[in-house]
């Protein structure tokens, strides 16, 4: 039996990097009830586009709110050096929900960080990520590997969506043979699967 239990009724999903605040934009739009939107980024201009009701910059000392390179592990390093600032932010919660696209930069570098944090905090966390298509190139898949490696050691429990295999099992249905229509897949996904862990 897992020893963290939820107080305060009170559930944080965060979004880290581009890919996780696309999705919380899609979450907003359905019904999370006891739900509170967190997105994370180092670049200000990827957190106005979001609906989260807090945005956190992170990494100001380091990157004075640019975009980052392809790096995870700069992002890693921005994460680390405002690790108070995510404490904060999350410590009236019982339970956290990380989302976010393994293989770039912030969700890669940022995410197992927060969940670092959420982990000495005691609260419960859970990850729900995707692997990157292959067609993307090996350095974005391994980057993403690394990426869940480092999460499996610092969640409770862990969601992985594979694109590739999940391309293949969606290419039936002609609903989602256009890319833009297998995100909305993607989406509706991540939040069945928040929902089992809501």
Same mark, same amino acid.
């Given at each position: 039996?897992? !020893?963290?239990?939820?107080?305060?009724?009170?559930?944080? $999903?965060?979004?880290?990097?581009? %890919?996780?605040?696309?999705?919380?934009?899609?979450? *907003?739009?359905?019904?999370?009830? /006891? *739900?509170? =939107?967190?997105?994370?980024?180092?670049?200000?201009?990827?957190?106005?586009? !979001?609906?989260?009701? #807090?945005?956190?910059?992170?990494? +100001?000392?380091?990157?004075?709110?640019? +975009?980052?390179?392809?790096?995870?592990?700069?992002?890693?390093?921005? *994460?680390?050096?405002?690790?108070?600032?995510?404490?904060?932010? @999350?410590?009236?919660?019982?339970?956290?929900?990380?989302?976010?696209?393994?293989?770039?930069?912030?969700?890669?570098?940022?995410?197992?960080? @927060?969940?670092?944090?959420?982990?000495? %905090? /005691?609260?419960?966390?859970?990850?729900?990520?995707?692997?990157?298509?292959?067609?993307?190139?090996?350095?974005?898949? &391994? *980057?993403?590997?690394?990426?869940? $490696?480092?999460?499996?050691?610092?969640?409770?429990?862990?969601?992985?969506? /594979?694109?590739?295999?999940?391309?293949?099992?969606?290419?039936?249905?002609?609903?989602? #043979?256009? =890319?833009?229509?297998?995100?909305?897949?993607?989406?509706?996904? &991540?939040?069945?699967?928040?929902?089992?862990?809501?």
């Amino acid at each position: 039996m897992n !020893s963290k239990t939820n107080k305060t009724g009170k559930t944080f $999903i965060v979004g880290a990097g581009s %890919c996780g605040i696309n999705i919380l934009n899609y979450l *907003a739009g359905r019904d999370l009830k /006891n *739900a509170e =939107f967190i997105a994370i980024h180092t670049y200000e201009k990827a957190l106005d586009g !979001s609906k989260a009701g #807090k945005k956190i910059l992170i990494g +100001s000392s380091l990157v004075k709110g640019a +975009s980052l390179s392809t790096d995870p592990d700069v992002a890693r390093e921005a *994460a680390q050096k405002d690790r108070n600032i995510i404490a904060k932010a @999350i410590k009236s919660t019982g339970k956290i929900i990380l989302v976010a696209g393994m293989g770039g930069t912030n969700g890669t570098g940022i995410t197992p960080v @927060i969940a670092q944090v959420t982990q000495r %905090c /005691n609260v419960f966390t859970a990850g729900v990520v995707t692997m990157p298509f292959r067609f993307e190139g090996p350095s974005r898949y &391994f *980057a993403a590997q690394k990426g869940i $490696i480092d999460l499996l050691t610092v969640t409770d429990t862990l969601t992985i969506i /594979n694109n590739d295999k999940l391309s293949d099992k969606a290419k039936g249905p002609a609903e989602i #043979k256009t =890319f833009v229509n297998f995100m909305g897949y993607v989406n509706d996904l &991540f939040y069945k699967t928040i929902i089992g862990i809501l």
